[in-house]
């Protein structure tokens, strides 16, 4: 997964040098480094796998039936004759991608809005916040089922689901951020700099943004987070692209033929365990970002 | 607080139910689908009707839910209606009215949800500004961990491992329905503990994987709020560790996590959505699950618009709260 | 209950278009009368030898129940009259509790078949009729391993080998040995709408239906048992005999329409004027070949997808919509393809072929009646079926007739029959015993407690001695 750059960005930010100093606090900081190292692993899994595997064996009808783990087919293969490694690798890229388009457009458009929202206050502060606050409560996945289910199948695909599931997704880091700049516009540091006659600007991307990164990466992480739920639970009312191998739709595929209960194990618990993977690295990245982005309780341990 | 910021935030509540009714009114509408066609049709599939009357039956239903007049009539009688909160008839339950499914679902999510989403939302911030509080025992820091890693597990993941281990394998708890069956509803100790056995899994499922989520911006906010002057200035003035993490740290924690109180509910509602539907019980979002299915559209709007109602009602209130939990916004 | 009664029913039916057999009745019945107390007279328009069958049978799960005329007819509009127990009723059961969760019926103690000696009390005193609202059938499965239920919808081969194996006790239509089920009347198809484009050409027909491999359906879905078919009726005694006849062996040497052939199916694909493209699909003014299989999640959740795939490896551009749309998409007969089955033939193959007859076929634009998705329109086939439709089904005419349109029917691939449909139903013996089987037939095939045929099932039942 490519949203490892994240953190390494933000060291480069913070402790401009090198590799040796990145490792180093890595070492201390071991919940950041293990989500790392998923994500990290994760990552080399799924572009390995893509150069290796056939990718027409992660659909139909291409390999053995509702055979277990073995050699031949190291996770096994589905009812319907996908051989899972190919289905995994295939639909942790397709997850990704999702994850990482709806959550970065989603970031983005916060972030920027948010920010605006907050820091000039006034005509602009109310638009946005109204705007946002109108639309925050609506319940955006019913929104989604809707249009999702109003859609032509041909229509549904990878990208459209990605658009479905951002096109509502940005007010929740709007106003996260907005209530972090309003709260930090009331500090100390922000009051002591505006005193001392630094610019708008100035006092944006040198005091405010650096205080605000772990919100901006934990938005970022809550975004990947909903946006890979969202995708899922579409896939769930068979409102997806039926026939990818997208991780919700291969635990779907085998929810709706009783994989459990029949003893197909694998079939389920495999992309439900490469969930847990993604979202719990997130999560461990996202408590590591927190520490790496406040400089004082870096000071004190 | 002034009478002029009273109505303005009832004025905001009004707005964001006017703007789902406008969103659920229209969507539907810029598809060329038909959802009465289509209901009807499914009847006919599964023998209600005969073929060649069901186009008679289309356009009687179709005048009766106002479709036949034009676009811009039908969009302020469907605004008048929200206002009495009448989302008109189920068109797979008629001549049930939606309202009257939501109503008979409600008590079943409410209790469901309610207590499932105070509990994780206790267990998660204790366990949150717990994880980011350096004085701390390492042993009750980690033990965030392990919810935070559940958060990536989908409810229905949870909800099926549940049910075959605790269920089907060790026989402990009943495998679903919202009491046993045969039973009649009575008000007696032994039905309500029916009623809570069968409770047990699916409010497990959900608390479960939801925990993880109110640890992890818990421990965000608390980083931030540790390092702030006053923290450090009140170790100095030499007040004891527990009266710090109370009232200087806790409590200034807690703002941004109460604000996601209000929109955890539209997140609860779907994974009730997946736990209700595993475990066969007919709250909310088995209904919604149903509708769908059926395509029963003012089932699924009234729904939509009634969980916003719900959200909106709750943010409005905490809007009033908030210059409460917050000295220094109530300054301003 | 009187003949009156069954003369108000009738004529109900003649009366109100919403009711299910108004069609036939308005067709093809002159008129009703009650000559006494038990004898009714039906005048016809014309020769009906299929109507008592047809219409008067209870199949199809269903049939007309006749109705009360004493209580209905003070009803302001009888189709719409509460039922329940508002309703008077003949049945066994007064329903006591109905809500979301359950249905609980209890015992009449005044039941009129044990008054009359025609039946011993049932044993069963009370009916609970549990709803599992969306619960998925592995945990459908799992309650009744659990022998928390005694029986249930019918479950798909999988499922049902699979309780039958962890719970020793619970038994299906067939005991332990596949296929589990009994031979439902609903043959699946892969209908087309035969007069649009690209589907108006029997050519392109025909290489749909030669990518459909059927002894790789038997194999991936039913372990082998072999369910798939190349009829659009299922195979009950008469009709299987029907298709065994040398008449129709012959069509079916002739048309081959079980036949699985990539090659030929390409060779018409280009002979139709398709190419394939970068991504090996069929291609036509740059657009790929629209083959998304509407079809039904619930029921199709495990063919649909892999006739998708076996079109897909075929060059089509297929996909599956499990959409709430689907029906509705069959009805107004858009582009696709359509997973439906044949609600017709029982005993002789009329109504299924009288399903493809020209003069149901409506306009594209018109909706197509239940069934009558192909629109297919051949004078040809149609003088052929008006030819059979007065005869007697065991009449040679008949019979040659008969094989002689479901020749054309394969000739032109007028849909791709594709399974046979069965009813597996699984019955848990640990608090009752005595459920249907194949070796306890009882007081009917139609072992589901949902047809009317159900409550049969349920009087019948002994207590095993369980507690």
């Not at chain 1, 572009?47 to 027409?56: E, F």
């Not at chain 2, 935070?148 to 993941?157: A, E, Y």
């Not at chain 3, 049939?63 to 003070?74: D, W």
């Not at chain 3, 189709?79 to 809500?99: E, L």
Request: charged letters at 15%.
């Amino acid at each position: 997964m490519a949203n490892i750059t994240m953190p390494t960005d933000d060291q480069s930010v913070r402790q401009p040098g090198t590799a040796v100093l990145i490792l180093r606090y890595l070492r201390r900081n071991k919940g950041l480094a293990l989500g790392v190292i998923i994500l990290l692993a994760l990552f080399l899994f799924t572009v390995i796998g893509l150069l290796v595997i056939n990718p027409k064996h992660a659909y139909p009808l291409s390999a053995g039936l509702k055979q277990p783990p073995s050699l031949k087919y190291p996770f096994g293969t589905d009812f319907f004759g996908r051989n899972l490694l190919a289905a995994m690798v295939v639909g942790m890229w397709q997850t990704a991608l999702i994850g990482l388009l709806a959550g970065g457009i989603g970031t983005l458009v916060g972030v920027v809005l948010g920010f605006t929202s907050a820091y000039f206050g006034g005509w602009i502060d109310s638009t946005i916040r109204t705007i946002c606050q109108i639309l925050t409560p609506i319940p955006v996945l019913l929104i989604q089922v809707v249009v999702a289910g109003s859609l032509d199948k041909r229509d549904v695909t990878i990208f459209t689901m990605a658009l479905i599931v951002a096109m509502l997704a940005w007010m929740g880091p709007t106003l996260v951020i907005r209530a972090q700049v309003m709260t930090m516009k009331e500090r100390q540091f922000v009051a002591v700099a505006k005193l001392s006659g630094v610019s708008d600007m100035g006092i944006i991307f040198r005091e405010i943004l650096p205080n605000l990164l772990p919100f901006i990466a934990a938005a970022f992480v809550g975004q990947v987070f909903s946006a890979v739920f969202a995708s899922f639970y579409l896939a769930v009312l068979g409102l997806g692209p039926l026939r990818e191998p997208l991780l919700g739709n291969i635990i779907w595929s085998a929810q709706s033929q009783g994989a459990f209960f029949n003893g197909w194990w694998w079939w389920p618990l495999e992309p439900a365990f490469a969930m847990i993977l993604i979202l719990g690295a997130l999560a461990l990245v996202n408590m590591g970002l927190d520490e790496l982005a406040n400089p004082r309780i870096r000071k004190s341990e | 607080m002034n009478i002029k910021i009273i109505v303005k935030r009832l004025l905001f509540f009004v707005l964001v139910v006017w703007a789902a009714s406008t969103i659920v009114f229209f969507i539907p509408r810029l598809s060329s689908r038909n959802a009465i066609r289509e209901r009807f049709g499914e009847l006919a599939r599964s023998g209600g009707f005969s073929p060649g009357d069901i186009e008679k039956l289309i356009a009687s239903m179709q005048q009766q839910f106002g479709l036949d007049k034009p676009m811009l009539e039908q969009y302020w009688q469907y605004l008048g209606n929200i206002m009495r909160l009448d989302f008109g008839y189920s068109l797979s339950k008629y001549p049930t009215t939606a309202t009257e499914v939501i109503a008979q679902a409600l008590p079943w999510t409410i209790g469901l949800l309610l207590v499932t989403t105070v509990l994780s939302f206790v267990i998660g911030t204790l366990l949150g500004a717990v994880a980011a509080w350096p004085k701390a025992p390492s042993w009750l820091r980690g033990l965030a961990t392990p919810f935070i890693l559940l958060t990536g597990v989908p409810p229905v993941i949870m909800g099926i491992l549940l049910l075959f281990f605790i269920g089907f394998r060790l026989k402990w708890l009943p495998l679903g329905g919202a009491y046993s069956a045969g039973i009649v509803p009575v008000w007696s100790w032994s039905f309500f503990l029916d009623l809570m056995e069968h409770q047990i899994l699916p409010a497990l499922a959900l608390i479960l994987g939801s925990v993880g989520g109110w640890v992890l911006s818990m421990r965000g906010m608390g980083i931030t709020i540790q390092g702030e002057d006053y923290v450090n200035f009140a170790e100095h003035k030499g007040l004891t560790g527990g009266r710090i993490f109370r009232d200087y740290y806790l409590r200034n924690a807690l703002l941004p996590q109460v604000t996601g109180l209000a929109l955890a509910l539209g997140t609860v509602i779907t994974s009730a959505v997946i736990v209700e539907g595993l475990f066969g019980l007919p709250g909310i979002g088995t209904a919604l699950n149903l509708a769908i299915r059926a395509n029963d559209f003012p089932v699924i709007y009234g729904i939509v618009i009634f969980i916003t109602i719900a959200i909106a009602a709750l943010m409005t209130i905490l809007e009033f709260v908030y210059p409460l939990l917050d000295p220094r916004i109530r300054a301003n | 209950m009187t003949s009156k009664d069954v003369v108000y029913t009738f004529e109900g039916q003649i009366k109100y278009d919403t009711l299910p057999y108004h069609i036939q009745f308005a067709d093809q019945v002159a008129s009703v009368t009650a000559k006494d107390d038990l004898t009714i007279e039906l005048k016809f328009k014309a020769p009906s030898p299929r109507f008592k069958f047809e219409v008067l049978t209870e199949k199809f799960d269903t049939g007309i129940p006749i109705v009360p005329a004493g209580y209905l007819s003070g009803q302001a509009d009888p189709t719409k009259a509460p039922g329940r127990n508002d309703i008077p009723h003949s049945g066994p059961y007064d329903i006591v509790a109905w809500n979301t969760n359950q249905k609980i019926y209890n015992l009449r103690e005044d039941w009129w078949a044990v008054k009359a000696g025609r039946m011993a009390e049932p044993a069963v005193k009370r009916v609970v009729i549990v709803n599992i609202l969306n619960q998925p059938m592995d945990t459908v499965a799992q309650r009744i391993v659990n022998n928390e239920f005694d029986s249930s919808v019918d479950m798909r081969a999988q499922i049902i080998g699979n309780i039958l194996q962890q719970n020793p006790e619970v038994q299906s239509w067939t005991g332990t040995e596949s296929p589990y089920g009994y031979l439902d009347w609903w043959p699946n198809s892969l209908w087309m709408n035969d007069k649009l484009e690209p589907y108006s050409d029997p050519n392109v027909r025909k290489a749909i239906s030669l990518a459909v491999n059927r002894d790789q359906i038997n194999e991936v879905l039913y372990e082998g048992a072999a369910i798939a078919t190349i009829y659009p009726f299922p195979l009950y005694p008469n009709l299987k005999a029907f298709a065994d006849s040398p008449e129709v062996k012959a069509e079916e040497a002739k048309y081959e329409p079980g036949k699985y052939d990539l090659d030929e199916s390409a060779k018409l694909m280009e002979g139709a004027g398709w190419a394939k493209n970068g991504d090996g699909l069929w291609e036509k003014d740059g657009k790929t070949f629209d083959a998304t299989i509407q079809a039904f999640e619930n029921i199709h959740g495990d063919i649909a997808p892999i006739l998708a795939e076996m079109l897909r490896q075929a060059g089509f551009d297929s996909n599956v919509n499990f959409g709430t749309d689907a029906y509705q998409n069959m009805v107004d007969g858009k582009a696709g393809l359509y997973m439906f089955g044949h609600g017709a033939s029982l005993f002789d193959p009329f109504e299924a072929l009288n399903l493809f007859h020209g003069k149901y076929s409506n306009a594209i634009g018109s909706s197509a009646g239940n069934n009558r998705f192909s629109r297919y329109a051949n004078p040809e086939y149609d003088a052929l079926l008006d030819a059979i439709a007065p005869l007697d089904s065991s009449d040679p005419k008949f019979i040659s007739g008969a094989a002689k349109a479901l020749g054309i029917y394969w000739r032109d691939t007028i849909d791709v029959p594709v399974i046979q449909w069965l009813h597996r139903i699984p019955y848990n013996n640990h608090f009752w015993k005595n459920w249907p089987s194949s070796t306890n037939v009882g007081l009917g095939t139609n072992g589901a407690f949902w047809a009317h045929t159900g409550m049969l099932v349920i009087t019948g039942l002994q207590p095993s001695g369980a507690k």
